[in-house]
């Protein structure tokens, strides 16, 4: 069931399917899709038969910050489940990552969840000069331009979809829970699309998945991206072990782009 899974943990593996770019984009790229002050909500929806019900939250919030001299950008996603699904299971999810300005590039990362009573907690710090991140549990050897679950989302907003053909496969490498996932995400093109929010025009992708405790693997995970400056996902739809979910953006503050792909408003 999608309350016993972790809701910031379900909704950052989904979005991290916007992660379309090849390893050479990979590093080196400017931001020019978000800014200080940021503020995206999504609600998760969860389905077992013919209705979908409301199962959880999901914000991420930017703020400019200084970490050990350098400017970062500082993104805090927290999820939780909705009140009448607590009685059953009680989620409260935080996740952090804090962005280099100039490499756009993850210098800590952390982990904070509570989920039913059994907590974990995990702060990873990214030597990306070397190769090398520190985490709770120990040491580790990670790709040039390595990204966690969070980051590598606001990173690969920033990225050219014009370049890609439909049908394109496109790699990326993730650092979560101490190890390198090797993943890629193919291209589908461009569509419209209608969701709890709006009407949009989107860029419309396939990640490969890992099967794991919540999702089945290979490629039937569906993400829109809006087809804007912004690069908001905008719906993600995907089947899981037990029924299927699909995630909605429903709510924004503080754009850096005018919201252009947002063709009407429900």
């Known amino acids: 069931m999608l309350n016993r899974g972790r809701i910031i943990a379900i909704v950052a593996l989904l979005l991290i399917s916007i992660a379309s770019y090849a390893q050479n984009d990979f590093c080196g790229i400017k931001n020019t899709s978000f800014k200080e002050g940021e503020r995206l909500v999504f609600k998760v929806y969860y389905n077992m038969g013919a209705i979908w019900v409301g199962a959880g939250y999901a914000t991420f919030n930017t703020t400019l910050e200084d970490l050990n001299g350098r400017k970062v950008y500082h993104v805090v996603g927290d999820g939780k ?9 009680k989620v409260r999810d935080k996740y952090e990552t804090y962005i280099d300005v100039e490499t756009m590039l993850p210098a800590k990362f952390i982990r904070n969840v509570d ?5 974990i907690y995990n702060n990873v710090t990214f030597n990306q000069n070397i190769g ?22 606001y990173y690969a907003r920033n990225i050219d979809y014009s370049k890609y053909k439909p049908g394109d496969k496109i790699p990326f490498s993730m650092f979560l829970d101490d190890q390198v996932y ?6 589908i093109g461009k569509e419209r699309v209608t969701t709890k929010y709006g009407t949009f ?13 919540i999702f ?3 490629e039937k995970m569906m ?9 908001i996902p905008v719906r993600v739809d995907s089947p899981i072990l037990v029924g299927s979910i699909k995630v909605d953006l429903v709510g924004y503050d503080k754009l850096r782009n005018p919201f252009t792909a947002l063709i009407s408003k429900k």
């Open 81 to 89: 489940t909705m009140k009448s699904y607590e009685w059953f299971y």
């Open 115 to 119: 989920e039913g009573g059994f907590k």
């Open 132 to 153: 090398q991140a520190i985490s709770t549990n120990g040491v580790y050897k990670v790709p040039k331009c390595i990204q966690d679950v969070l980051s590598a989302i």
């Open 182 to 187: 090797n993943l890629y995400i193919r291209y």
């Open 201 to 213: 025009n989107a860029i419309k992708i396939s990640p490969l998945l890992i099967e794991g405790t």
């Open 216 to 218: 089945k693997g290979g």
């Open 223 to 231: 993400v829109w991206v809006s087809d804007d400056a912004n690069r």
